[in-house]
């Protein structure tokens, strides 16, 4: 099933009634353990994903579902506080809906974060990374189906989907913070199983350096409706077959907490420059 332009329009226009005359600016899509950033947005509105016409609610543990519009670093933005993921039994149209949705309230600047398993060996989990490119390249587009004009074009360039800009305050912002940060390429799996160290092997040699199971989806409908994005991964952990040890969601709950403090410090400060 895909969505019609006025579907999109219904959700921005509930959306507006909500936040009165409030343009946000930057949209952010946090994953996990960012999540608490929503609640230090300043003069919030809060609305659950599921009271919003056309909205999917998020089912992972750890994200909470709803949109918070205010004023966060000095920015109006707007959070999503839980996004969506396709392991979850949406469709990449579905996962990638609140983007567009944001895009018309006003949003032109995209922030994602998540968790990722590290590829690299020469990395260590709880290192953040900035995300420079992603491969997306085994399961199909959210732009698939019918193209909607009022977004983008039918074939979207995706040469720079994480945009140059933004990459380059990250970098400056890091530096300013005596923050190490990795750089490199977020390869998606569809998940929800971690992958096999055989993958993992796949991974790299396709030229992976994190893997997850979120955000390639969101930023290609982004980078489709002409936002800018700028995307972090915390490697939570390294990936299947780096260790002998089996992966669990409490390892990368536990890193995500552990490292929220830098991370949030860093997002925090390159929105401030947005
Ligand atoms: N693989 C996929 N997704 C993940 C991982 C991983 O190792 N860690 C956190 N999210």
């Keep these: 099933m895909a969505y ?24 952010m899509v946090l994953g996990s353990g960012l999540g608490f950033l929503g609640d230090a947005v300043e003069n919030p509105t809060a609305i659950p994903y599921g009271e919003i016409p056309h909205f999917k609610a998020s089912t992972a543990p750890g994200h909470k579902g709803r949109l918070v519009f205010g004023s966060l670093a000095g920015r109006p933005v707007a959070v999503m506080q839980g996004r969506m993921h396709h392991y979850e039994g949406y469709g990449y149209d579905q996962v990638s809906y609140a983007v567009r949705v944001l895009r018309l309230l006003g949003c032109d600047a995209l922030i994602v974060t ?18 420079t490119d992603q491969i997306k390249l085994f399961s199909e587009s959210p732009l698939r189906g ?31 913070m005596f923050i190490t940060l990795r750089e490199g ?15 993992v092997r796949a991974v790299r040699l396709l030229g992976g350096d994190a893997v997850g199971m979120s955000t390639a989806p969101e930023v290609i409908a982004a980078g489709h409706c002409g936002m800018e994005v700028l995307g972090f991964t915390l490697l939570s952990n390294m990936a299947a077959g ?4 089996p992966l669990s969601e409490k390892e990368v709950l536990d890193a995500a907490e552990a490292a ?9 400060g390159c929105l401030r420059k947005l």
């Design 4 to 27: 019609t332009f006025a579907q999109y329009q219904e959700s921005a226009d509930y959306i507006r009634e909500k936040i009165g005359g409030f343009i946000p600016k930057v949209a």
């Design 114 to 131: 998540n968790a990722a398993g590290c590829v690299r060996t020469d990395w260590q989990a709880g290192d953040l990374m900035l995300i």
């Design 146 to 176: 019918e193209n909607l004009p009022e977004f983008g074009v039918r074939f979207p360039d995706a040469s720079h989907l994480y945009t140059p800009r933004l990459q380059k305050i990250a970098r400056d912002t890091a530096a300013d």
């Design 185 to 199: 390429v977020y390869f998606y799996c569809y998940g929800p199983q971690y992958e096999t160290p055989a993958e």
């Design 242 to 245: 780096i260790l002998d040890q």
């Design 260 to 268: 929220k403090d830098k991370f949030s410090r860093l997002v925090l």
